[in-house]
């Protein structure tokens, strides 16, 4: 019964908000069409506003790529994580996930299709991939779009959060799935 009901509801709750809160604001005369228009343009221009933000970070991530740097920085970290217990095919995606989304998502796909998306690293790439973001990424949007030049402990906290969202999902899944 309760999956019943989660899977109609999963179905019809993206149509019902849409069709819910042009009738709100029609029922609280609030002009819909144009204040849409109004958010439109406003997101247009933070939109504009961020770009040189994100350039930077693409190019800053290509460089560290293209220059050999990550991968000496996972050869350095590589017999530590392996001390742990996180499998060496982790190691880059555990790099490349506060750098770069897509970047760790082609990651997790060639992880699936090597190990099989069953296997205890496939298991535990997804659920750290799903566990972690991309801190980088937030910091550079977010703080860009707002102004804010000095990020103080912000770095550190979404790196201690990713760092704990990733050993987090090497834990939990080792526990679920077995060695």
Known sequence: MFVEVSEQLSLWIIPLLLLAVPLVGYLRRVSVYE???EGAAD?????VRIMPFLVAMMVAINIFRTSGAMDIFISFLQPLLILLGVPPDLVPLAVMRPLSGSGALGLTTEILNT???DSLVGRIASTALASTDTTFYILTVY???VGIRNPRYSVFVGLLGDLVGFFGSVYICKQLFGQ
């Not at 997101?43 to 939109?47: L, N």
């Open 43 to 47: 997101g247009f221009h933070t939109a």
């Open 35 to 37: 204040a849409f228009v």
């Open 115 to 117: 190990f099989g998306p």
């Open 143 to 145: 703080f860009g779009a």
